[in-house]
Structure formats: C-alpha cells, structure tokens
C-alpha cells in the first residue's frame, strides 16, 4: 500500500471555529510532513516530524498546532484561523527524512475554506 | 527561501509533441527531484536525480543535471493528454537543512 490518505477532502470553517485535518499512511514510513499550497504556486512546508517528534516548524503560527499520535497517523489542528489560511493542505511521508534520498509520497489534499 | 526557479511558467503543446521544461537553483544540493501535480491534487514523484549523476531516463521521462550550471532540466516525450499537470523540481534546502524546497512550477497543457 502506498498511499497516503487526508481527511476530510474539503473542509470550511469560520474564523471562531476548531477544526482538525487528519493524514494516515501505512507504509511503515518514519517522517511526515504538513504542507500549505495556495493556487498556482509551488507547497511550502509547514512542519515534520520524524520518529513521531517535531523536528521541523517553519515559523508557523501557533492556530496551527501539529501532533502525531503515532507512527501511522499525523493531525493538525486548526484554531482561530484567518480567510487568508484557505488554502490546499498536502500531507506526505517519507521512509526517514533523508532529504538526499528518500521520496515523498503526498496524499490528495484537505482543500480549506475559512470565511 | 526559494531554491529552484522554473521555465517556462506555462507551456502549451499538442499531443504527441516532447514538451522540456527547466529548473535553476541557487546553492550546492545533493539532489534534485521532479514531482508532478494533477489540477487540486496531491503531487507524484517523478525522479530523483542525484548530484554525481548527469543523466536519468524513467519510461518517457528524461531528467538531465548540470551542476557547473546549477540547473536540471525534465523531457517528456510523446507528450499525451493525460500528462497535462504541473511540473515541480524540489532541492535539498541550503545549509543541510532536512527539508525539499519546490521551484515555482511549470504548467503544462496538452492540446488533443
């Protein structure tokens, strides 16, 4: 199996409300990672965790908090975001995070609303 | 900080044409990789190429890596209407960090 899943598939939420993205994989794969891609232009990483701690947080404001339960599963959880946070949001994993050699594998996307 | 720049932004081909699409970068890399992304969708990876390689074929894909140049160019031949997508190269970021950065991406239409 080498896929990566992200639920849901869209998701609107107003700027009071609390809401979380979900990302799984089942490729025994030991980083994931959380990006953010606004239309037409290229997804730039937000956080990535390796061996399931945070290794990686690019400055990301705190109404993103990301968490990784397990090995198998990332979150990130959205609170008090503002309409300029839509965008498309990209889970993907990696067997390490070995940049010079590993693949990332990148699920569909959670497209994201906040009015 | 932004590692790779595309060209071109957008190209438009029709079917059965080879479409080259280029990808400069800044500083030293270890390797560099091709992702494509359907319209909305998640992105695929393509190849990787490292830097002590100069040439790498996979089916009709042919990526070429010029380091003195500090560039990388992606060939796809007998361009098909399902290869309409955008085209990322991604490098190791500068200073050893573990992280890809994406170039700004080229857009690729296949005309029927």
């Known amino acids: 199996d080498t896929e990566v899943t992200q639920t849901p598939k869209h998701l609107v939420m107003g700027m009071t409300n609390k809401k979380s993205l979900k990302c799984e994989q089942h490729?025994?794969?030991?980083?994931m990672y959380w990006y953010k891609q606004k239309a037409k232009k290229p997804p730039e990483l937000m956080f990535v965790?390796?061996?399931?701690?945070?290794?990686i947080n690019e400055s990301v404001p705190s109404r993103f908090s990301p968490e990784c339960p397990n090995s198998s599963l990332l979150n990130l959880h959205l609170h008090a975001l503002q309409p300029e946070d839509s965008a498309l949001y990209l889970c993907?994993?990696?067997?390490?995070?070995?940049?010079?050699?590993?693949?990332?594998?990148f699920g569909p996307g959670t497209r994201l609303t906040v009015l | 900080s932004q590692q790779g720049e595309e060209d071109p932004q957008a190209l438009s081909i029709q079917e059965g044409e080879n479409a080259t699409m280029n990808c400069s970068y800044k500083?030293?890399?270890?390797?560099l990789q091709w992702y494509r992304q359907n319209s909305g969708r998640g992105l695929v990876h393509l190849i990787l190429i490292r830097s002590n390689e100069r040439e790498k074929h996979s089916g009709r894909l042919r990526v070429t890596l010029d380091t003195s140049k500090k560039s990388s160019s992606l060939l796809i031949t007998a361009s098909r209407a399902a290869d309409t997508a955008s085209y990322f190269c991604?490098?190791?970021?500068?200073?050893?960090?573990?992280?890809?950065?994406f170039g700004q991406g080229t857009r690729l239409t296949i005309n029927p």
């Open positions: 991604a490098t190791d970021a500068p200073q050893g960090a573990q992280k890809l950065v």
């Open positions: 500083t030293s890399i270890n390797n």
């Open positions: 993907a994993s990696s067997q390490h995070s070995r940049i010079s050699t590993d693949t990332q594998y």
């Open positions: 490729m025994g794969h030991r980083a």
């Open positions: 965790y390796s061996y399931e701690k945070l290794s």
